[in-house]
Nanobody
Framework: QVQLVESGGGLVQAGGSLRLSCAAS????????MGWYRQVPGKQRELVAA???????NYADSVQGRFTISRDNAKNTVYLQMNSLKPEDTAVYYC??????????????WGQGTQVTVSS
């Protein structure tokens, strides 16, 4: 079993910055792609940013140029640096990762979510 634990969410003013972290723990042999999703009440969960084990990234158009995803493979951790935040970035942000354990093949996992609120 693998657990994803997010941290770094909170309240910030428009134009400010926030950095989210997600650490994977448990019985892990390797971690593949990792990503951040967000969800607003009444809307579908959407991909914000993703990064492969090799470091290739992709972003939603709405955050391109403002957000940066990165990872530290030695710490099994993925980060989301959010700059120039807008009220429309307000959402619950979820960490997602593909992981392989000693008794499983590749399995996809979700974190519990962390609230990001951007005030105007």
């Amino acid at each position: 079993q693998v657990q994803l634990v997010e941290s770094g969410g909170g309240l910030v003013q428009a134009g400010g910055s926030l950095r989210l972290s997600c650490a994977a723990s448990g019985s892990i042999l390797s971690i593949g792609a990792m990503g951040w999703y967000r969800q607003v009440p009444g809307k579908q969960r959407e991909l914000v940013a993703a990064i492969t084990s090799g470091g290739s990234t992709n972003y939603a158009d709405s955050v391109q140029g403002r957000f940066t995803i990165s990872r530290d493979n030695a710490k099994n951790t993925v980060y989301l640096q959010m700059n120039s935040l807008k009220p429309e970035d307000t959402a619950v942000y979820y960490c997602n990762a593909d992981a392989r354990g000693p008794f499983t093949g590749w399995v996809n996992y979700w974190g519990q979510g962390t609230q990001v609120t951007v005030s105007s």
